[in-house]
């Protein structure tokens, strides 16, 4: 089992930039795929961005893809968002979630463990 606490989130610019952090607290990251999502006020959860569990795959959504980065640094236990670029509508609260040993899915009930997230808001 793990727990995941993301952090990273906050108040930039558009055309600025952001790193999200999302770190296991306890269990093994790496034996996780992770992905992000993420959630603006009155509209559904949409998909940002997977990593395999073996690190080896990753999937993007369009309206992301070329700005954000997905990675991992297994001695740290943690998978890290790049968010260059950002736009006002990359406002949200974003959400990192892991399946165990799992691949990359851009369906949310895919994975089975939930951080709380965290905000990420860009002014115009």
């Known amino acids: 089992q793990v727990q995941l606490v993301e952090s990273g989130g906050g108040l930039v610019q558009a055309g600025g930039s952001l790193r999200l952090a999302c770190a296991a607290s306890r269990g093994t990251l790496s034996d996780y795929a992770v992905a992000w999502f993420r959630q603006a006020p009155g509209k559904e959860r949409e998909f940002v961005v997977a990593?395999?569990?073996?690190?080896?795959?990753?999937r993007y959504a369009d309206s992301v893809k070329g700005r954000f980065t997905i990675s991992r640094d297994n001695a740290k236990n943690t998978v890290y968002l790049q968010a260059n670029t950002l736009k006002p509508d990359d406002t949200a609260v974003y959400y990192c979630?892991?399946?165990?040993?799992?691949?990359?899915?851009?369906?949310?009930?895919?994975?089975?463990?939930w951080g709380q997230g965290t905000q990420v808001t860009v002014s115009s």
């Open positions: 979630a892991a399946r165990y040993r799992g691949v990359v899915d851009a369906k949310s009930p895919y994975y089975d463990y």
């Open positions: 990593i395999s569990w073996s690190g080896g795959i990753t």
